[in-house]
């Protein structure tokens, strides 16, 4: 029986998959590598790139018009920039895989004389010795190229363009690089030139640049109904409607709350019971909170600066900023960490809702609070004692706490949350909402009371960059509009002042207002 793939490239055969050549608009690829063409095939990690690159192989051989070779030369990277070490083993990627996919051992018994040549040479003459031996012109793809560094990725670069004239018979009639960020975007510091090189001047004989879509909602119902077909399980209606709103089509998100909700849930291995949306967001939290692979791979990204200038101003909420260099917001993007239209905004609403969680995943273990202080008799949570408590935390805790993240700037927004997570972790959820130019942070606790009911609450977070008054009156119009949105009867507006001159008896205050017939509480901070 076939399963939903969360790890390694897809085997139709063993996986339900969407089949990779159609994901990759072959007519276009195919018409590149005919006319001699060297181009890039570029998407975030965990999206279908080597699936797609090892379809394409299968395919060309079975043609029988080119010799088409997959090699992965993140073998190399623990070679860092020690250039020699890192072609030593790419060639032997390079020669042993020809072997084990055309089945010709001729550069094997090569390798050991093309060794002898220096270590800027060893790739550009293993290529031109197996195309000059090779019956078939040669198409090579190369993945993972990103993964090599410094030097020795600028020598793979460079070695690749000095053969290019060469082609076809002498050198690969078309070879695809494939990574996660297109080669024009690579800044690569040179240990031996002392200065840095970017992607397009090593290899500028690049001719497209080719990007690996996500699923759209189609494609994701085309997945889901195989699981149907095959076990008789059926999906509930407005489930694929909520996977993509939940994954906008991130192919490993997709199929990781497919194969949780379908094989991991206990209760739902019973093929008799449809498959609902609760069961999809039960998938949801299991994979947030027991940091699924992807999930983990996300989380180290988090740490680097280029990333950390990026979505701390989203975090913030702030209005694009100018001082954000554009390499930057396109290297997140490439990340998969962003989308850029129609605004630049976390890419989905699982990484929006793991970010915050992540960088603030210490703190939540290292706060005492529990939720039983907060809980009713009727089950409900007092949210005005809750909001006193985190009051009473902030004032005397905010500066050291605050310290501690690595994204200070948002340290305010991110340090309720954490407060807000410890509590309803024991029963409750809170999705948040959040972007470029919104300038607040929108937050809906969800918690389930007695007699099966459950309390919405809407907490709206603001910082106060101009008068309290106007702040307070965008807000309140704010909380009103995203209680509406959620049907919340209960709305609260928290109100940080980050001005170091003004005393905490000034900042801390409570006051409840009315818009429309609904009472807000306003919190200051």
């Known amino acids: 029986m076939r399963y939903f793939n969360t790890a390694g490239p897809v085997r139709c055969d063993e996986h339900y998959c969407l089949p990779p050549l159609e994901r990759l608009e072959l007519e276009e690829v195919l018409m590149l590598i005919d006319q001699k063409k060297y181009f890039v095939l570029h998407a975030p990690r965990q999206t279908g790139k080597t699936s797609c690159l090892l379809a394409l192989m299968e395919y060309l051989n079975n043609q029988g018009k080119y010799n088409s070779i997959y090699i992965n030369v993140e073998v190399a990277q623990a070679a860092r920039e020690n250039v020699y070490e890192a072609m030593d083993a790419i060639l032997y990627e390079l020669s042993t895989k020809i072997e084990d996919i055309i089945g010709d051992d001729f550069l094997v018994k090569q390798r050991m004389d093309i060794l002898r040549f220096g270590p800027h040479t060893i790739l550009k003459e293993a290529l031109r010795k197996y195309c000059l031996h090779s019956q078939k012109p040669v198409v090579l793809m190369i993945d993972e190229i990103d993964s090599l560094i410094g030097d020795t990725l600028i020598s793979v670069l460079r070695q ?37 090189i970017t992607g397009g001047s090593a290899f500028n004989i690049k001719a497209e640049s080719l990007h690996l879509g996500d699923f759209d909602k189609r494609e994701i119902s085309i997945l889901y109904s195989q699981h149907t077909e095959e076990t008789g399980q059926e999906f509930e209606d407005g489930v694929i409607d909520y996977v993509w709103e939940l994954t906008e089509g991130q192919p490993w998100l997709v199929n990781a709350l497919g194969y949780v ?32 692979t992807h999930i983990d791979q996300l989380a180290d990204k988090l740490r680097e600066e280029r990333v950390k200038k990026v979505i701390e101003r989203i975090l913030m909420g702030e209005e ?14 490439d990340l998969g960490l962003i989308k850029t239209h129609p605004s630049l905004r976390i890419s989905n609403k699982i990484y929006q809702e793991v970010i915050p969680r992540e960088l603030t995943f210490s703190t ?58 410890r509590i309803v972790n024991s029963g409750g959820r809170i999705y948040r909402e959040y972007g470029l130019g919104k300038r607040r942070t929108d937050l809906l606790v969800v ?45 609260h507006l928290v109100i940080f002042d980050k001005r170091k001159d003004i005393s905490w008896d000034e900042k801390i205050f409570e006051m409840e207002k009315t818009v429309d017939g609904k009472k807000i509480k306003v919190w200051g901070m």
């Open 160 to 196: 690749l363009r000095a053969g290019y004239t060469d082609r076809p018979k002498t050198f690969p009639q078309s070879i695809i690089l494939c990574g996660v960020r297109d080669v024009r975007d690579y800044r690569i510091h040179s240990s031996q030139q002392k200065e840095v």
């Open 261 to 292: 909700a379908c094989f991991e849930i206990k209760q739902s291995r019973d093929r008799s019971k449809k498959i609902t949306k609760d069961i999809i967001e039960q998938a949801k939290e299991k994979i947030i909170i027991e940091r699924y």
């Open 320 to 333: 694009e900023p100018e001082d954000i260099p554009v390499d930057d917001i396109l290297y997140v993007r």
């Open 364 to 421: 939540q273990l290292t706060i005492t609070q529990e939720a039983a202080w907060y809980v009713r008799e009727d089950g409900s949570l007092d949210m005005d004692k809750l909001m006193r408590a985190f009051q009473e935390f902030f004032r005397e805790h905010s500066e050291s706490w605050i310290e501690r993240f690595d994204y200070k700037e948002a340290g305010p927004q991110l340090l309720l949350q954490a407060f807000l997570q």
């Open 447 to 491: 918690w389930p009371t007695k007699d099966n009911n459950v309390q919405k609450i809407v907490i709206e977070l603001k910082i106060l960059r101009k008068s309290l008054d106007k702040v307070v009156a965008e807000g309140l119009k704010q909380t009103k509009d995203y209680m509406d949105k959620c049907s919340a009867l209960e709305g």
